[in-house]
């Protein structure tokens, strides 16, 4: 019997071309054991190589950018606050910075436990739904009870109040709004990914299945039109409601793009194999192998770099398109307050991406915890640190308020 199993293993090897077989060391992780296309690819025929990072690291090292990032606005607050707004400033841009390298690394974090099966549609989903809801409703909170109310106070009246916060808006040099909840631009998304990807189980069976996929204008329709008021508000052709400003996106629109690209990736992948006689059942087995999380990864890092190019070209045609319709100059000056205005829009933003392309060649979705209690700890200690540094850094400000009323 063994004699005849070598032999048999023999022939196998010998029908596989020599670049297709599975090589011990160097790149070895990375080949298949016996070459397949990817679609005849099984847990047998699977790469050894795994990720190093899980969608609990990206989610980790999302929320440490954005307690960073708050504790730089709120530093400026409190700068602003003691009359030394210019002391820090490199120190807030730099903490600033990473931002916007948040949002895709939650997204891509929350695609992870919905594709390793940790997680589902509706839980990420109503989770950044209601977190978003959460953010909404703490700044309404804190915007009535006390800034209306302390601006109220200072100024004599509440109209004052509203007229001093219109005319702050509408400044030369400010956007004419903030946009601060990125809960907002993680449901859309996952609303784009749901729509694109998900497989309805009982209703939009058979052609109404395009109906389903039609919802994917709703999300789209959403960003199009905050992208449109930010940009309207920036060029002070409208001054937006404070109201309004906990809804607005804050994702670049070029990301956005690149976010529909990548969810269509995995919807064209589950079509090649049902053209080659699959089943879903098939495409979803295909899913939890290394191979295709390696091979999403790859595709991911590339997205990033095409994308971040198309963002710098954007950038700078609109620029040079906004000095052209409002007949300013060409001089540096003028230039880079044109890139400014573009970027206040979001524009120029996805191009900071390519610093985590690195790290997403180590991020394997497949990679899971047992733990899963460390996984809602996350996103609690990320919140509990941005309320201690904002409570630590707004009462400082009052404290140098208060100083100079005296």
Known sequence: MDENKNVQTTESEAEVPAEGRHKKGGMGIFKLKVWKPFYEVKAEDDITYQGYLSYRHLKAIAWLLIVIACYGSALALYDSAAGQASKHTSLIAIMQFGKELSVPLL?????????????????????????????????????????????????????????FVSEWLNKPEKPGFMSFNIFIDLTLCTLVFFFINYNPKKHFQGKLIYVFRGFTLIPIAYETASICLKILASNHVITLPVQIFPFLTT?????????????????????????????????????????MSFKFSRFLVIAIVIFAVIDVIATIALAILHMVANNTGTTQEELTSAVEI?????????????????????FSYTKTHKNKLIDLAVPLAGVALIVIVYVDKLFGAVCELLKKME
């Open 251 to 291: 994702k670049p629109p070029v990301s956005f793009l690149m976010f529909l690209f990548i969810a269509r990736y995995f919807k064209s992948l589950e079509h090649r194999f049902l053209k080659h006689g699959k089943t879903h059942e098939d495409f979803e087995a295909y899913q939890q192998t290394n191979h």
């Open 107 to 163: 997204l891509f974090a929350a695609f992870a436990t919905i594709l390793n099966g940790r997680g589902n549609y509706k839980k990420v989903i109503m989770t950044n739904a209601g977190i978003a809801a959460a953010l909404s409703a703490l700044f309404f909170i804190v915007y009535y009870r006390f800034i209306v109310r302390g601006g109220t106070a200072l100024l004599g009246s509440k109209d004052d109040f509203n007229n």
């Open 342 to 362: 573009v970027m206040s829009w979001g524009f120029g933003d996805t191009a900071r991406m390519i610093l985590i392309a690195p790290l997403l060649l180590m």
